[in-house]
């Protein structure tokens, strides 16, 4: 065999190597698999490579190898054990979690196709072992090493134009490190941020009370408030006094970028660091509110990391669920949201003229058999994988029906006594969850392209008999938007306009309860596309 055909074969061990795990991924879920992570992982080789090519140096070769195996290891036990590629999340969760927990997890995840990890183990060896001569003399090699070389360069500088770069021209296991740095500095910077001075201004007399109930991981198209064939939503069905809208979305596929967007001025086309805008605590502080923070979340670890920082604003401060060590371990043990009952009711049993209350549920959060108590349990946990998921997720909706209806039938009780108060409730959730609705898995991870079920939620708006008066009058259109679109990175302005303040950080145009809301704005989500051109 001459030294070409050699090298040529060597090189494609290497190309084996970093292709391993890319192909495991589409084998194992072609639905969040993305193919550009080939194309990626592939340019990136080029680019490591370079120093080898230019030197002929072995060493060099063997730590570009290295580099990319290290690389594909990290995602292949990612791939295997999550069904998608390494994310931030995923690495808060990890950085969150004892070795208890940790064991515990894997005895769960425990499967044969850890053994991939002997082939590509195997096949690092003989990479290493096997390095092809590659040079930069020929005329031939020249043009070749060339052409890849300005391909790649136009890649990455196209993509550095546009502001993408990490998005789009970085590999998954390395823009999940930088984000997770990134958010890292920008939570720590948050907890030791001070309350800002806004300019504000109360444009009404009358005594209100705000409530925002935030769900969490509610598809809408699992309710049959929303046209879902099962009978999920029967109490807020048989509601009268609701207004449902259908063409409400999140920007986001996950609670902390969600939340964090929709409680501070950042919006899916501005974001500034969450330590330097404005909040919606430095709202409604500067003005004559009493605000509450109610959790049924954990106040530590992943999904409460930054929202703990933020909530740590308000006047009174309440969480439920502290019984577990992480955010991780919350999720796997049983706090019914109906423990926020309690404390709702201490709320509005406060004096103060003007209230903002935040209701933050773990609603239909996985995992979800343990989302709701036996008597909820109408679908049965039983059959396959599927069907089991499927319907404990029914359960959880129809269990937060319950939830909801409830603090609806609080709100309305307290309105009756309390005639005077103009009090308004909005019940959203922070994103949705892809439970089989697009593609064989269930949850809100994606890669490429976010899911229609990962973003389309419930919104729905309560008005007190006081209030709904008002409403009338300041908000003659809302009636008539309930199949208006609209995006929840700007519930900001909406719970502003809701509050009757006046301030300078407020947009009438981004709150749909304002006769002046601009329905026409471009719905971005995260994964950079827009969705009105996905449907």
């Not at 370079?50 to 690389?71: C, E, G, I, M």
């Amino acid at each position: 065999m001459t030294h070409k055909s050699n090298s040529l074969l060597n090189i494609l061990w290497l190309i084996a190597l970093v292709l391993f795990t890319p192909v495991t991924g589409l084998i194992l879920n072609s639905n969040v698999f993305s193919a550009r992570s080939i194309l990626l992982l592939l340019m990136w080789s080029v680019v490591l490579l370079v120093p080898y090519v230019l030197t002929r140096r072995k060493w060099l070769y063997v730590t570009a190898a290295s580099l990319l195996f290290a690389d594909g290891l990290i995602n292949l036990f990612h791939w295997i054990v999550l069904k998608c590629p390494l994310n931030a999340s995923s690495i808060f969760v990890f950085l969150n979690t004892n070795w208890s927990e940790a064991s515990e997890f894997m005895a769960i995840k425990m499967t044969p196709l850890l053994l991939l990890f002997i082939p590509y183990i195997a096949l690092f060896i003989f990479t290493i072992r096997h390095i092809p001569l590659l040079s930069f003399k020929a005329k031939g090699e020249i043009i070749v090493w060339s052409a890849l070389w300005l391909f790649v360069a136009v890649f990455f500088a196209d993509n550095i134009v546009h502001q993408r770069f990490l998005r789009l021209a970085v590999p998954d296991v390395e823009r999940a490190f930088v984000s997770f740095f990134e958010e890292s500095k920008e939570y720590k910077n948050l907890k030791t941020r001070a309350l800002y001075n806004i300019d504000t201004k109360l444009t009404t007399n009358d005594s209100t009370l705000v409530v925002v109930i935030i769900g969490e991981s509610c598809n809408r198209n699992h309710l049959s408030l929303y046209g879902y064939k099962r009978q999920t939503t029967p109490r807020l069905q048989a509601r009268n006094d609701i207004m449902v809208f259908n063409n409400v979305i999140s920007a986001n596929s996950n609670t902390l970028r969600s939340v964090m967007n929709f409680l501070t001025e950042n919006n899916a086309e501005r974001h500034r660091s969450l330590d330097s805008c404005t909040h919606i605590f430095d709202i409604f502080h500067s003005s004559p509110y009493k605000s509450y923070w109610l959790s049924n979340q954990s106040p530590i670890g992943l999904w409460d990391n930054g929202v703990t920082s933020l909530a740590q604003n308000a006047d009174i401060k309440t969480f439920v669920n502290i019984t577990a060590n992480s955010s991780k371990e919350s999720t796997m043990t049983i706090s019914l949201d109906q423990r926020l009952f309690g404390p709702l009711l201490s709320a509005l049993g406060d004096t103060a003229k003007h209230k903002l209350v935040f209701l933050h549920l773990m609603g239909c959060h996985t995992q979800y058999n343990k989302r709701y108590p036996r008597d909820f349990a109408k679908f049965e946990d039983k059959g396959d994988k599927r069907t089991r998921t499927v319907n404990t997720y029914d359960n959880a909706v129809l269990y937060n029906d319950f939830i909801v209806d409830s603090i609806f039938s609080m709100l309305n009780a307290y309105s009756h006594t309390h005639n005077k108060i103009r009090i308004s409730a909005i019940y959203l959730s922070d994103h949705g969850e892809n439970v089989y609705d697009e593609g064989d898995y269930s949850g809100h991870d994606y890669s490429d392209r976010i899911p229609n079920a990962n973003v389309e939620i419930p919104f729905i708006i309560w008005f007190s008999p006081s209030q709904s008066e008002y409403a009338a009058t300041h908000y003659p259109q809302l009636i008539e938007r309930q199949n208006t679109p609209y995006m929840i990175d700007d519930l900001f302005h909406t719970i502003i306009d809701l509050g009757c303040i006046a301030t300078p950080c407020f947009d009438k145009t981004r709150s749909i309860v304002n006769s002046d809301y601009d329905d026409t704005r471009p719905r971005l989500l995260e994964d950079g596309n827009l969705y009105e051109q996905k449907n």
